[in-house]
């Protein structure tokens, strides 16, 4: 049994989970999992569609997002899923989506309120927005940054990401994570549908609260 199968196996699983759900399109999107005890994960290879991608084309990274495994460039996101392991201690799949929904709420930089019984159900807060990256951040390491956006934010607001595994990047999009790749999948598929059910409901009264 090869050192790394299983990461890559889960991995390449919550990928194509990612595109049956309708979560990705095309080579957009990623799904990382990971492994605490060598400190690496497998992701996505950067360009590959999904209609594509094979098990044996996860890359596998250490958390210095260097290439431990695979022939192929890691996601162009592997520093954003790097920072998420180093900083939010105990999860153990991570994954980014352009959602409509989601990424729609992220472009209009709005963190998305809770405003009835099915968001409430899953988490206890409006699910959270980064601040804008400011322009030195962009051009600047962005997915490095795009990671610690996400992380000062649950510092600023003391959520625990262990409670809250849903976040917004302003003008960006959508990430999730969880306990493990498959997990981190089913909460970008909740974080959709709660995105999606707060833009409705707001259209239909545009006055709505909790």
Same mark, same amino acid.
């Given at each position: 049994m090869k050192k790394y199968s299983r990461i890559k196996e889960e991995a390449y699983l919550a990928n194509m989970e990612l595109y049956s759900k309708g979560l990705a399109v095309y080579t957009f999107g990623n799904a990382s999992s990971f492994?605490?005890?060598?400190?690496?994960?497998?992701? %996505?290879?950067?360009?590959?569609?999904?209609? %594509? +991608? %094979?098990?044996?084309?996860? !890359?596998?990274?250490? +958390?210095?997002? %260097? *290439?431990v495994e695979g022939k192929l460039r890691p996601s162009s996101d592997t520093k954003t899923h790097s920072r998420l392991y180093r900083s939010f201690k105990g999860i153990g799949g991570a994954c980014h989506t352009h959602s409509p929904y989601a990424t729609a709420w992220a472009q209009a930089k709005k963190s998305i309120p809770i405003l009835g019984t099915t968001h409430a159900d899953h988490l206890p807060c409006p699910i959270p927005c980064t601040a804008e990256l400011t322009a030195k951040m962009?051009? =600047?390491?962005?997915?490095?940054? *795009?990671?610690?956006?996400? !992380?000062? *934010?649950f510092r600023k607001l003391k959520i625990s990401p262990l409670h809250v595994s849903m976040v917004l990047v302003a003008c960006h999009g959508p990430f *999730?994570? =969880?306990?493990?790749?498959?997990?981190?999948?089913?909460?970008? !598929?909740i974080l959709e549908e709660l995105a999606k059910i707060a833009f409705v409901t707001l259209q239909v009264n545009p006055n709505a609260k909790n």
């Amino acid at each position: 049994m090869k050192k790394y199968s299983r990461i890559k196996e889960e991995a390449y699983l919550a990928n194509m989970e990612l595109y049956s759900k309708g979560l990705a399109v095309y080579t957009f999107g990623n799904a990382s999992s990971f492994d605490s005890g060598e400190s690496v994960f497998a992701i %996505k290879p950067s360009g590959v569609p999904y209609d %594509k +991608l %094979k098990v044996s084309d996860m !890359v596998v990274v250490d +958390l210095d997002n %260097k *290439t431990v495994e695979g022939k192929l460039r890691p996601s162009s996101d592997t520093k954003t899923h790097s920072r998420l392991y180093r900083s939010f201690k105990g999860i153990g799949g991570a994954c980014h989506t352009h959602s409509p929904y989601a990424t729609a709420w992220a472009q209009a930089k709005k963190s998305i309120p809770i405003l009835g019984t099915t968001h409430a159900d899953h988490l206890p807060c409006p699910i959270p927005c980064t601040a804008e990256l400011t322009a030195k951040m962009i051009n =600047g390491d962005y997915e490095d940054m *795009t990671g610690s956006a996400i !992380v000062e *934010t649950f510092r600023k607001l003391k959520i625990s990401p262990l409670h809250v595994s849903m976040v917004l990047v302003a003008c960006h999009g959508p990430f *999730t994570w =969880g306990k493990n790749a498959a997990e981190s999948v089913y909460n970008a !598929v909740i974080l959709e549908e709660l995105a999606k059910i707060a833009f409705v409901t707001l259209q239909v009264n545009p006055n709505a609260k909790n």
